[in-house]
């Protein structure tokens, strides 16, 4: 497996995960035929099964389960283990048909692409490629080194053209050493320091008064009733940083030609997420930097309406008024939610053991002997030994799929390279075959993904117009045609001001740590590793040993308070649990905070990852997660 220097944007460079992707598809724990649990709940006890029987099974259980306690019963929980339109959304149309469940897909950045939308409504972020132009270029909340590697190029362009790089983070992290400057601030604090920086852009005159009046809507209301709250006294205050620093980065700022904020999901990873967004958004808003070439702010690159997926996932099989929960609330929903009892999980895609916030309420959730759960998975991960039955799952090397990019704003369609590796079935015709289980013929169960595919391809929208469509169906990564040159909201206007929101203005707001006082007095942050995929790549040793164990870094005044040292074994605990980890004491950590990075497997000596020390409380919007927002203590173990 090697990059595609061909390819306009990741000129060949692959991650150090896909690198070697096929020592992933020939690894020895790939799951190759279906199982049946014979022993307990989280045990790995399972025999080998063949598809039919298990595939009647689910259907039997399934049928039984609904005619005794609805269909609500059922819910489907999947998320990025495949990110292709057809594979991703596969269990759409079948949980629609059978009115199971709906899923709030909710885990990742839900709080800030709901506050990028209240403020920017379908308007996509600026185009990563443009930010080589840029004379001052932010890395904010991002550990690109690690989640985000094609964008290090536009950063080394970027300096090599003589602008400058920035970083925002809570502590040093890897990405810090190709930065210029690195400002360190409280967690969740990014959006009081956007709103001292705007304060100060006020203050300075270098707001552009004429770009707000034409193309936003509620500045004068924002510079009125809440940028006079933020001096930078009470900024310095709020962030951590000194008044100096945000003077300078305010300064920096308003003098760029055309500063590019590349925004990571972290801001919005806390219970002020959706408004941390929405301030931050401000600061291209208030410079009119969308409008200078290399200028702007990218958070997600939302494709959302390139393809038009309802003739695949069919919202309107749906037979009437449906639940919907929220993954980032698995633990309550197994445990908790009635009216009717969640009795059946269908996993594919995802690995809720380990990724789930609040580790030790989803264990419990899925150790319940009357949960009938089925996991659709390429490995035996932590979800999977909780499965009453287990299928065998292709890679993306054994599917046909049509990909949007997670960084960029190229499509691509691929074929199958090998066909799948011993009995696996891609999630498409594993929803295939469920469906002819259940009985139900509908067309759309019919259709192979390739068909699909074709079908999506022929709705045209305004992201395909003019794009070559032969070039993308032979397989060649294709730029979408990025609706450009109007903000996609009801206004028309960036709508700073979003009178149907119960906070029509950006606001400074707590975050849930600030709010539970300080009794537990290290704030957490678990950020994705360098050699893993949030749970994925656990396969691969190679990785895991770069990877190293669940470690915890302390600055070394926490560490030296509390009589701990490099290399100790240590809890942490909190309402949510334990969690035992290596100490690493670093000063690239500030005081008052805890780091823990990577999402680890309870199989690979963990009783518990750091989600046993995540909750289950909401961001502010979005229904957002809130991974980053949790105080926790440690402790030496004996
Ligand atoms: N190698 C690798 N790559 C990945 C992933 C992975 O697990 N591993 N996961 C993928 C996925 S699903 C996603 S969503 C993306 C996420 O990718 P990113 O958006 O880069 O990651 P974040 O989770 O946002 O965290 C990035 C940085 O933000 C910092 N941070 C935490 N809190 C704050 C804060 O309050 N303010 C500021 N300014 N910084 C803060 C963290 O310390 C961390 O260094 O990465 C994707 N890419
Ligand atoms: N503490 C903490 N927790 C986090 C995060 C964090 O930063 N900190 N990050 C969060 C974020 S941003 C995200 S997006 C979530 C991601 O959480 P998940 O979506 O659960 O991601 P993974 O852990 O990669 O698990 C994906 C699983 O899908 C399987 N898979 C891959 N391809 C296929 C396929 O084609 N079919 C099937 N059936 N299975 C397949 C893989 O083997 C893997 O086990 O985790 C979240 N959890
Ligand atoms: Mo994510």
Redesign the pocket.
């Known amino acids: 497996m090697r990059g595609d220097p061909e390819h306009e944007y990741t000129r060949g460079t692959l991650?150090?995960?896909v690198n070697g992707f096929e020592r992933t598809v020939h690894a020895p724990g790939r799951l190759l035929h279906p199982l049946i649990r014979t022993g307990p709940k989280g045990q790995g006890a399972f025999r080998r099964a063949s598809w039919d029987e298990a595939v009647a099974l689910i259907a039997q259980r399934w049928q039984a389960l609904i005619a005794a306690h609805g269909r609500e019963c059922l819910l489907p929980y999947t998320y990025?283990g495949t990110m292709g339109l057809i594979q991703r959304n596969a269990q759409e149309p079948l949980m629609h048909r059978l009115g199971a469940s709906l899923l709030d897909r909710t885990i990742?950045?839900s709080a800030q692409n709901a506050g990028w939308e209240q403020m920017m409504g379908h308007t996509p972020g600026s185009d990563p490629e443009e930010a080589v132009h840029s004379d001052l270029l932010f890395l904010?909340?991002?550990?690109?080194l690690?989640?985000?590697?094609h964008f290090l190029t536009q950063v080394k362009a970027v300096k090599r053209n003589g602008g400058q790089v920035f970083l925002?983070?809570?502590?040093r992290?890897?990405?810090a050493a190709h930065a210029d400057r690195v400002?360190l601030?409280?967690?969740?604090?990014?959006g009081a320091?956007a709103l001292g920086m705007l304060h100060l852009l006020v203050r300075e005159k270098r707001v552009d008064r004429a770009y707000l009046a034409r193309e936003a809507l509620g500045w004068d209301e924002l510079e009125r009733q809440v940028l006079p709250e933020h001096p930078p006294e009470r900024t310095a205050a709020l962030t951590g940083l000194s008044v100096e620093d945000v003077v300078f980065l305010a300064r920096s700022y308003g003098n760029a030609r055309a500063p590019f904020i590349r925004?990571?999901?972290?801001?919005?990873?806390?219970g002020n997420g959706g408004l941390?967004t929405r301030a931050l958004i401000c600061l291209p808003t208030a410079v009119g930097a969308w409008a200078k070439k290399g200028g702007g702010l990218l958070s997600s690159t939302n494709t959302g309406g390139a393809f038009d997926l309802r003739s695949f996932v069919r919202p309107d099989l749906l037979p009437g008024r449906t639940r919907t929960v929220n993954m980032n609330r698995l633990g309550h929903a197994l445990n908790e939610l009635d009216g009717p009892r969640v009795m059946s999980l269908f996993v594919a895609s995802s690995n809720p053991a380990a990724v789930a916030p609040d580790q030790n309420a989803v264990l419990r959730g899925l150790g319940r002997e009357d949960l009938f759960t089925v996991v659709h998975e390429r490995f035996m991960t932590d979800t999977a030994l909780y499965g009453d039955v287990v299928l065998p799952a292709p890679t993306m090397l054994e599917t046909a799929d049509l990909y949007r990019a997670?960084g960029h704003f190229y499509a691509q369609r691929v074929r199958p390279v090998i066909p799948p590796l011993g009995e696996s079935r891609s999630n498409w015709e594993t929803i295939q075959a469920l469906a002819r289980a259940m009985g139900l013929t509908d067309e759309v169960f019919q259709l192979s993904a390739d068909e699909h595919i074709d079908l999506m391809l022929s709705k045209r929208t305004p992201w395909l117009d003019g794009v070559d469509l032969d070039a993308l169906n032979r397989g060649e990564a294709v730029k979408l045609n990025v609706p450009r040159g109007k903000w996609l909201t009801p206004s028309g206007r960036i709508e700073i001001k979003n009178e149907r929101l119960p906070e029509p203005l950006p606001r400074h707001r707590p975050?849930h740590a600030d709010q539970d006082g300080d009794a537990l007095p290290l704030r957490l942050?678990t950020?994705?590793?360098?050699?893993?995929?949030?749970?994925?790549f656990t396969e691969r040793a190679e990785l895991s040993k770069k990877l190293g164990p669940q470690t915890l870094r302390l600055s070394p005044a926490d560490a030296a308070v509390r009589g701990l040292t490099s290399g100790q074994r240590v809890t942490g605990f909190n309402a949510q649990g334990e969690v035992s980890f290596v100490l690493e004491v670093t000063d690239a950590i500030p005081s008052g905070i805890a780091?823990a990075?990577?999402?680890h497997s309870i199989q690979q000596g963990n009783a518990r990852n750091v989600n046993g020390l995540t909750s289950q409380r909401l961001a502010d919007t979005g229904g957002g997660s809130t991974?980053?927002d949790n105080r926790i203590d440690v402790r030496a173990e004996a």
Not at 140 to 144: D, E, T, Y
Not at 146 to 149: H, K, P, S
């Open positions: 991650c150090p995960k990025a990742c950045t904010w909340g991002i550990n690109a690690a989640t985000n590697i925002i983070d809570t502590h992290q890897a990405t400002f601030v409280r967690p969740g604090s990014d320091l925004l990571g999901g972290a801001p919005s990873r806390y941390n997670y975050t942050q950020a994705p590793a360098l050699y893993r995929l949030n749970s994925s780091v990075e990577g999402v991974f980053y």
